[in-house]
């Protein structure tokens, strides 16, 4: 008798936690289904903490601003900066609230800063002119020399980034105005002197492969003229964290690793060989010393603002023959 009391109890308590179950199954379903019935899964979208709207597609709106920030050549635009990214998280909202891709697309892009490219053709290292592209400025160059313009071993061309564009003068009034006639002083034997051709270009060749020395966030780029410096960047600033190791860029021995009181702060100099170098500098540390070998990939130094500087990053240049060249043309 004690043991058919027992599985009746045990059958009643188990018919209890059934129907329990029974229920919870069926109010989640139901909820599930009102869910599903009013609301759909989203993005939130946000810009320096304030809610912009939503987007069903966040892949395909950071990509469309991706996009807006990258170079456009029809423009001369080399990049566009833009003060804040928004940031995404996921949400429900009702669906009779809708998405708004564009309205977002603007928001985030109406302020930003365009920084254009262009080339300057220089004589004796000082700018007379501005051309679109580096075909037009080599065009100027190589017609010069065909017309063997007395002036034409003082030639050069220059990449220029800044925040305004200059204004362009076209191949002809370039070469016009540039063109030198040689005046040739007839000796007794009435031989012609000969002449030797020269020029830079934006592009030289080191014959070795470079490495990013630091992960980061280009902040100013070659040749640009920001308010902060009273002469055109002669290297590429990438921002990264206090204390972010520097790599060398490639193989070769340190020449300078220290404080020359220039502007550069705690520095060092690598020589590749071939005349080709690489400078590091506003470094928080230095960990080689001026001529020791130093292997490609190899923690050199760490970052900082030594110097003249407005914040933690690392200025990068690449020389050769004692000339700056535009880093971005081998390195990011």
Avoid: W
Wanted: hydrophobic content about 35%; proline content about 2%.
């Amino acid at each position: 008798m004690f043991n058919i009391n027992i599985l009746k109890k045990v059958a009643i308590t188990a018919r209890k936690s059934i129907k329990l179950t029974v229920l919870v199954l069926l109010s989640a379903i139901i909820l599930i289904g009102l869910v599903v019935l009013f609301y759909h899964p989203t993005y939130e979208v946000s810009l320096n903490g304030e809610v912009i709207g939503y987007t069903s597609d966040k892949s395909t709106l950071q990509e469309k601003i991706n996009d807006y920030i990258q170079e456009d050549e029809e423009n001369n635009i080399a990049f566009r900066q833009i003060d804040a990214m928004p940031t995404y998280e996921l949400c429900l909202l009702k669906k009779d609230v809708e998405t708004n891709d564009d309205e977002i697309y603007t928001k985030v892009t109406e302020n930003s800063t365009p920084y254009y490219k262009y080339y300057a053709i220089t004589e004796e290292k000082e700018e007379k002119f501005y051309v679109s592209t580096f075909e037009e400025a080599e065009k100027v160059i190589d017609d010069l020399e065909e017309k063997d313009s007395a002036n034409q071993d003082e030639l050069g061309i220059l990449e220029k980034y800044g925040k305004e564009l200059k204004e362009f003068t076209d191949v002809e009034k370039c070469v016009s105005e540039l063109y030198e006639k040689k005046v040739v002083i007839q000796r007794a034997t009435y031989a012609t002197p000969s002449y030797t051709t020269s020029r830079s270009s934006a592009y030289v060749s080191l014959g070795i492969n470079l490495i990013n020395p630091v992960s980061g966030v280009i902040t100013s780029r070659f040749g640009s003229n920001d308010s902060v410096r009273d002469h055109s960047h002669s290297g590429l600033d990438i921002s990264a964290p206090y204390g972010t190791a520097i790599k060398a860029a490639a193989s070769g021995t340190v020449t300078y690793s220290g404080n020359a009181n220039d502007g550069y702060g705690y520095y060092i100099i690598i020589s590749h060989g071939n005349g080709v170098s690489t400078v590091y500098a506003h470094c928080s540390q230095l960990l080689v010393s001026a001529g020791q070998t130093v292997s490609q990939g190899e923690v050199i130094a760490k970052v900082g603002s030594t110097g003249n500087s407005t914040g933690n990053h690392l200025h990068l240049e690449v020389r050769k023959n004692g000339v700056t060249l535009n880093p971005q043309n081998y390195v990011y």
